[in-house]
Every structure is written in C-alpha cells, then in structure tokens.
C-alpha cells in the first residue's frame, strides 16, 4: 500500500505569501497525484490532477509539479480564500491513498 | 453539472448499523464511478469503498471489509453505503464522490457519523 506523507502539517503565512506545500509518496507513483483544496467546513474540492494538470475554474495562482515521490503544491500568492486544508491522492495503484493534508493559516 | 448530497448520519451505538444514502441530481448518476471517502474532523481523508458505474465491481478498504456495502440504484440516481458492526474508530463525516481514473471530481457536502455508547 502506498504511503502519502504531506509536509509540513501547518503553514502559517500572510496573504500575498507564496505557499509551497509538500507530498511525498512511499513508492513511485509517477505523475499520478491530485491535489484537493478543503476550505473550513466545506467539502474538498480537485485543484490539481496528474500532478501538474489544473482543474476547471482553478486560478492560475495554483500550480502543481513532481514526478515519482516527491511532489510540491505551489500558490504563488495567497488569497484571503485561500487559507484552507490541502490534501494530496495518489491513484497509481488500489487503494488510491490520501495524504495527512496540510493546513494553510493566517499568520 | 451533478450535485451530490449525502443523507442518513446518525449517532449510533457501537455494533450498531447505518445506512447512508448519496443523491444525485442535475446530471444521472449511471454515468459515474462511484467512491465513499470519510474524514475524523480536523484530520486527513480515507478512502472507504469504490462500485463502478454499473454495480458489477466493488472494492473496500480493509479497515471496513465485510461490514460495510456499496451499492446503487441508477434508476433512482442514489448510492448507498450499508455500515454493520459499527465501531468508535468509523465515526467522522462520511463523503460520496464522482470517481473517473483515480480522480474524485465531486464531492458532496457530507454526512456526520458518530459511534459512541
């Protein structure tokens, strides 16, 4: 079973800050990862599939890269909505794990 | 576009049952694979059971392999989850998603299960 290790738990940053977020992935799992926004109360949402690909609506402040383990979440500004929890996926391989998510905060 | 809505959250007993119901609507759910994930509040997001968009195939993560059962009525546009021998460590919110190659396009807005005596 694939591991997903997202880091660091909690970024606490400023809006206008540039947010890089981290996941990384017990075995290869080449470009299969997704990335999922969940703002406080709400459901997740898909922001990035196949680790660089952005879903319909996502502003391009988002951007995704990596390949095999070792993957990065960039928002190059923050927004105010933006402050949220961030989770990755991997569907390379049954079961299609998450990550332990990332929390984005207000400094 | 399809909206998802889950329904059937409870609190119930440990060893008890509960069945939890998606509703499909603006777009029809034989399209679609189906997945349930859940969420223990402030925590990271489960995988729980995939069924295809026929019903044919069904899979489940182990922690929850035979007690619990995905199904669906495409006639009806619903998903179901059947949960049996329920115990402390199943209660969080329970999501319904659209799945297509290993992607959850959409979620709904969840279900809250609590197991406690």
């Known amino acids: 079973e694939i591991v997903l290790t997202q880091s660091p738990a909690t970024l606490s940053l400023s809006p206008g800050d540039r947010a890089t977020l981290s996941c990384r992935a017990s075995?290869?799992?080449?470009?299969?990862l997704n990335w999922y926004q969940q703002r406080p109360g709400q459901a997740p949402r898909l922001l990035i599939y196949?680790?660089?690909d952005r879903a319909t609506g996502i502003p391009p402040r988002f951007s995704g890269s990596g390949s095999g383990t070792d993957f990065t979440l960039t928002i190059s500004s923050l927004e105010p909505e933006d402050f949220a929890i961030y989770h990755c996926?991997?569907?390379?391989?049954?079961?299609?794990?998450f990550g332990g998510g990332t929390k984005v905060e207000i400094k | 576009e399809i909206k998802l809505v889950e329904s059937g959250g409870n609190l119930v007993q440990p060893g008890g049952s509960l069945r939890l119901s998606c509703a499909a609507s603006?777009?029809?759910?034989?399209?679609?694979?189906m997945n349930w994930a859940r969420q223990v509040p402030g925590k990271g997001l489960e995988w729980v059971a995939h069924?295809?968009?026929?019903?044919?195939?069904?899979y489940y993560a182990d922690s929850v392999r035979g007690r619990f059962t995905v199904s669906r009525d495409n006639a009806k546009n619903s998903l179901f989850l059947q949960m049996n021998s329920l115990r402390a460590d199943d209660a969080g919110v329970y999501y319904c998603?659209?799945?297509?190659?290993?992607?959850?396009?959409?979620w709904g807005q969840g279900t809250l299960v609590t197991v406690s005596s």
């Open positions: 998603a659209t799945h297509r190659s290993g992607i959850y396009y959409t």
């Open positions: 603006g777009d029809t759910l034989r399209s679609y694979d």
């Open positions: 069924i295809t968009a026929s019903g044919d195939t069904k």
């Open positions: 075995q290869s799992v080449g470009t299969s």
């Open positions: 196949d680790a660089s």
């Open positions: 996926q991997q569907r390379s391989k049954w079961p299609h794990a």
